[in-house]
C-alpha cells in the first residue's frame, strides 16, 4: 500500500479515505491530526465530521488516529424483498 509523504494534505487524506474499502483501516499520526485538524477544543468534532464526509469512523489512541471505513453507510436497506 502506498503511504502519504511525511507532508500530506488535507485533499490528500481524503482521497485515500474515499479509496478505502469496506471495513478497512488508514492510520495517521497523532501529530499529523493536530497539524490538519487543530488542538483547540472543537478539533474532535471537526475530525468526526470529516470522518463521516467519507463515509468512516475515526478512532483515537495515544499516538495516532484510526479511520475505518463503514461496512455500510447509515439510511441504507438492506431488506430482502417479499
Known amino acids: 500500500m502506498k503511504q502519504l509523504r511525511w507532508n500530506f494534505t488535507l485533499p490528500e487524506l481524503q482521497a485515500r479515505l474515499d479509496l478505502l474499502a469496506e471495513g478497512a483501516l488508514f492510520r495517521i499520526s497523532a ?6 485538524f487543530g ?6 468534532a ?5 470522518a ?6 475515526a478512532s483515537h489512541s495515544n499516538q495516532a488516529i484510526l ?3 463503514q461496512l ?8 430482502i424483498p417479499e
Request: with cysteine.
Open 72 to 79: 455500510a453507510r447509515l439510511g441504507d436497506s438492506h431488506s
Open 46 to 50: 471537526r475530525l468526526r465530521n470529516f
Open 67 to 69: 479511520f475505518r471505513k
Open 31 to 36: 501529530r499529523d491530526y493536530e497539524r490538519l
Open 39 to 44: 488542538t483547540n477544543d472543537v478539533a474532535a
Open 52 to 57: 463521516k464526509g467519507h463515509a468512516c469512523v
